[in-house]
T-cell receptor, first 114, second 116 residues
Framework: GQQLNQSPQSMFIQEGEDVSMNCTSS?????WLWYKQDPGEGPVLLIALYKAGELTSNGRLTAQFGITRKDSFLNISASIPSDVGIYFCAGQLPNAGNNRKLIWGLGTSLGVNP | EAGVAQSPRYKIIEKRQSVAFWCNPISGHATLYWYQQILGQGPKLLIQ????????DSQLPKDRFSAERLKGVDSTLKIQPAKLEDSAVYLC??????????????FGPGTRLTVT
């Protein structure tokens, strides 16, 4: 099935550093969602983006909906140990109607060294 | 506001046995989803309900998987008979059926299934 290209696949940073990850597609999306998943838990919604160019923040997290509608990025500033986890992007194709199926990336695994 | 509830959290069965998972969505959420997540991958949609009707079950292995949402609230997902490759986390999610928030899916903690 269709998937989003998410990069990097994994990263390990020092506490206090900023981190950036992105998601790209060959298709145009209407919606971009960013989730974080901790081990043994379900994904938790971090940020939802609905308009091309939209820049939205949630605390230390900032995400943007790319102008081309084919990409999105997530930035985490001043990382802390609890930021450890897997970050997923998910997108909604246009003309989906009642079918709210999300297309998912494979995730970016983030490690933070205290 | 209570989140999406799922049970059990863990289940270990032998191949060819059957298993059922239960999900109670966030109150007022008309749309309910069941996902399968294999280790190292993103969630894969199995089935989507809107109220008690099926919207998308194109990736549900219908020879062994079934799901129902009889009263448009809680839902069960069943596997019968289970295979080794069914070992995964089964996630339930729900979303509002309205513009602006329709695509924001909220997930439960998942059920980790191990088939031996």
């Amino acid at each position: 099935g269709q998937q989003l290209n998410q990069s990097p696949q994994s990263m390990f940073i020092q506490e206090g550093e900023d981190v950036s990850m992105n998601c790209t597609s060959s298709s145009i999306f209407n919606t971009w969602l960013w989730y974080k998943q901790d081990p043994g838990e379900g994904p938790v919604l971090l940020i939802a983006l609905y308009k091309a160019g939209e820049l939205t923040s949630n605390g230390r997290l900032t995400a943007q909906f790319g102008i081309t509608r084919k990409d999105s990025f997530l930035n985490i500033s001043a990382s802390i140990p609890s930021d450890v986890g897997i970050y997923f992007c998910a997108g909604q194709l246009p003309n989906a109607g009642n079918n709210r199926k999300l297309i998912w990336g494979l995730g970016t695994s983030l490690g933070v060294n205290p | 506001e209570a989140g999406v509830a799922q049970s059990p959290r863990y289940k270990i069965i032998e191949k060819r046995q059957s298993v059922a998972f239960w999900c109670n969505p966030i109150s007022g959420h008309a749309t309910l989803y069941w996902y399968q997540q294999i280790l190292g991958q993103g969630p894969k949609l199995l089935i989507q309900f809107q109220n008690n009707g099926v919207v998308d079950d194109s990736q549900l292995p219908k020879d062994r998987f079934s799901a129902e949402r009889l009263k448009g609230v809680d839902s069960t997902l069943k596997i019968q008979p289970a295979k080794l490759e069914d070992s995964a986390v089964y996630l339930c999610a729900s979303s509002l059926n309205s513009l602006g928030g329709a695509y924001e899916q909220y997930f439960g903690p998942g059920t980790r299934l191990t088939v031996t």
